[in-house]
């Protein structure tokens, strides 16, 4: 942890805060995503394992109670003063420090933020800087109780826009969308699955106790392990390709396709390619089963080839660089077994491992990408055989981009039936209308929606 002293004989703008402050206001200008310039600022400054935490504290905790802290800074602030994106950000940093984190004083805090405001200011900042935090330390903050709208004072309690939230209990209910909020503002957990063609779970877990990991089983992927901290990315099992980042949810996919080793499946939106390889990780090359997988750009087709190398299953997977609606162009009707069209969307369902994302989503965003995702559909759907299974899924917990797409697609292509899932008991309460959605507060994952389709005729 820096201190004062740590703070004056080091570089300022290698200091967690400066860093911190830099992220936030690169995710406002750019709309960058965080966790990307977090690890990429860890990377580049060689941050300690102690500072690399606190700087993730300090990014996650800021963009995740965004609303709220700027509802405990209005009072301070001119509404007819403009300021400096960074500035309002150092302001929130340093707010987010005097009231979620105990370990630091406020004098600390205070201090901080001054020698920050010099390096990328100047004194006349420092100074307003300054004065804003002790107005705040001495008044103190308002009370959020005190809003008398109901769905406002939600959005700032929960940090969340208030159409979202107005979105969320007309689907899901008042309760159960508090509930959501809550579970968003704490830290997730890191995830992995495990390379089941060369060791178990068990086995996982005890080489990675062994490398000094605190992990555990899954409760709702049999082949998953999680851990509360740790850099699954720096473990042996990772690197030699036994063990592969991926969140519990997106690992009960490839399950759902009831993949048998001679199957020719299409991933038709596979980028990084985790779904990719777990789906390879059911195929045989001798059997004849392979799984082509599509995406748009070239660089990210490199990484799923990449990631079948690491994961040594290359012999049962092609990637190729193809929009999913062009597949008419390339592959005959009912070529494939199983179709997987893990579509694009709003990414809803990752709000608490990306909360910029609930701020930069907009309402008309929905049904603009439910367009895209029924063209999708519309495409793939005549290459799959009589009989085989189609699985749409997303990482979104929206009504437009999940249920209402399907029911939209079964309406109009009558030789598709619904298909029933089967599912560990654990998420059995997670199955509604013969789909399957996962909610971040469900089991602290990813929200996520799948669902499974057979075709019956052509």
């Known amino acids: 942890m820096e201190t004062n002293e740590n703070l004056q004989k080091r ?48 990014v996650y ?39 979620y984190l105990d370990k630091i004083p406020v004098h600390a805090i205070l201090f901080e933020a001054v020698e920050v405001a010099k390096k990328k200011g100047h004194i006349g900042i420092s100074k307003f800087i300054n004065g804003v935090l002790r107005n705040a330390d001495r008044k103190g903050f308002p009370s959020i109780e005190m809003i008398e709208d109901p769905i406002e004072r939600l959005s700032i309690e929960l940090s969340m826009p208030t159409w979202l939230v ?48 605190g992990v555990r089983k899954s409760a709702i992927s049999s082949v998953g392990i999680i851990s509360d901290g740790g850099h699954f990315a720096s473990s042996p099992l990772f690197q030699s390709g036994q063990l592969t980042i991926q969140d519990e949810s997106s690992q009960l996919v490839a399950p759902i396709l009831q993949l048998e080793p001679h199957h020719q499946v299409l ?65 005959p009707n009912e070529q494939f077994d199983r179709i997987l069209v893990d579509a694009p969307c709003s990414g809803l369902g990752l709000m608490r491992r990306k909360p910029d994302i609930k701020y930069t989503k907009k309402e008309k965003d929905l049904l603009n990408l439910q367009k895209v995702q029924l063209g999708i559909l519309e495409q793939v759907a005549p290459k799959l055989k009589v009989g085989g299974l189609l699985v749409y899924s997303t990482c979104t ?6 249920k209402e797409t399907v029911e939209k697609f079964l309406a109009t292509h009558k030789n598709f039936e619904q298909a029933s899932i089967k599912v560990e008991e654990s998420l059995s309460g997670c199955l509604k209308d013969g789909s399957l959605q996962l909610y971040p507060h469900d089991f602290g994952t990813d929200g996520f929606f799948i669902s499974c389709l057979r075709k019956v005729q052509n």
């Open 11 to 58: 570089n300022v703008k290698k200091t967690s805060r400066y860093l911190a402050m830099s992220i936030l206001e690169r995710t406002d200008k750019t709309g960058s995503y965080s966790n990307l310039l977090i690890n990429e600022a860890i990377q580049k400054n060689k941050l300690s394992a102690a500072d690399a935490r606190l700087l993730t504290e300090l």
């Open 61 to 99: 905790g800021v963009l995740q109670r965004k609303l709220t802290l700027d509802f405990y800074l209005a009072p301070f602030l001119s509404e007819a003063k403009k300021i400096d994106v960074w500035v309002r950000n150092l302001l929130r940093l340093s707010i987010y420090q005097m009231i």
């Open 166 to 213: 107005e979105r969320f209990i007309a689907d899901i209910g008042l309760e159960e969308t508090q509930k959501m909020g809550e579970s968003l503002l704490h830290p997730s957990h890191s995830s992995a699955r495990v390379n089941e063609k060369f060791l178990t779970v068990e086995e996982a877990i005890e080489a990675m106790e062994e490398e000094g990991f």
């Open 267 to 331: 991933d038709a939106c596979a980028a990084p390619g985790g779904k990719t390889t777990h789906i390879a990780s059911y195929l045989s090359a001798e059997a004849g089963g392979k799984v082509t997988a599509l995406d748009l750009h070239e660089h990210k087709v490199a990484l799923i080839t990449e990631n079948a190398k690491r994961m040594h299953i290359e012999d049962v997977v092609v990637a190729m660089k193809l929009d999913a609606r062009n597949v008419d162009q390339v592959f």
């Open 397 to 402: 917990i929206t009504n437009e981009e999940n």
